[in-house]
Every structure is written in C-alpha cells, then in structure tokens.
C-alpha cells in the first residue's frame, strides 16, 4: 500500500468522523443567520430567504451527539488502517 493511498485513507476517516461537528456548526450559523434562538426544548421559528428553516436548525443542532458514536469507530477504524499500513508496509 502507497503513503497517499494511506493518507487518503487518514483523511476520509478524520473527516467522517468529525462531520457530526461541523454539522452542529452548520445549525448555529443558519441559526445566528436567521436571528432565532435554538435550544433543546423545541423548534425554533426561523425564517431565512422567504424559508421556514426552524425545523433544520432544530436537527442540526442536535448532531453533537453523534460524536458519541462517530469518534470511538473513527479512532478504531484509524488504529486499524495504520495497522494494515505498518502489516503491509514489510
């Protein structure tokens, strides 16, 4: 196996694995953009380009708790990857 195929790999897992995150970002920038507040209780009103977003921003910000899940698959799945590359690297 190839370093770039290698790092492809590293970076396809880094960037599955933190997407729950910047997903979590997205809702508190369409959030601040429609000038509504989102909390946890319920579905904010939002109105942004003549669209009703309150039900997007309500999803997304609730995306941080997939890190839960996404980030010990994503390290496991890099101890992995490295552990084939050093295997195949002989």
């Known amino acids: 196996?190839?370093?770039?195929?290698f790092y492809k790999g590293l970076i396809v897992t880094i960037v599955l694995m933190l997407l729950p995150l910047v997903l979590t970002i997205l809702g508190g920038v369409l959030s601040w953009a429609a000038n509504c507040e989102?909390?946890?209780?319920?579905?904010?009103n939002c109105d942004l380009w003549g669209m009703s977003v309150g039900d997007v921003v309500y999803q997304l910000f609730f995306m941080h708790w997939l890190l839960l899940v996404s980030i010990p698959i994503g390290l496991l799945?890099?101890?992995?990857w490295s552990l084939i590359?050093?295997?195949?690297k002989k």
């Open 77 to 80: 799945v890099l101890l992995v």
């Open 85 to 88: 590359y050093v295997t195949l």
């Open 1 to 5: 196996m190839s370093k770039k195929i």
């Open 38 to 44: 989102s909390n946890g209780g319920n579905a904010p």
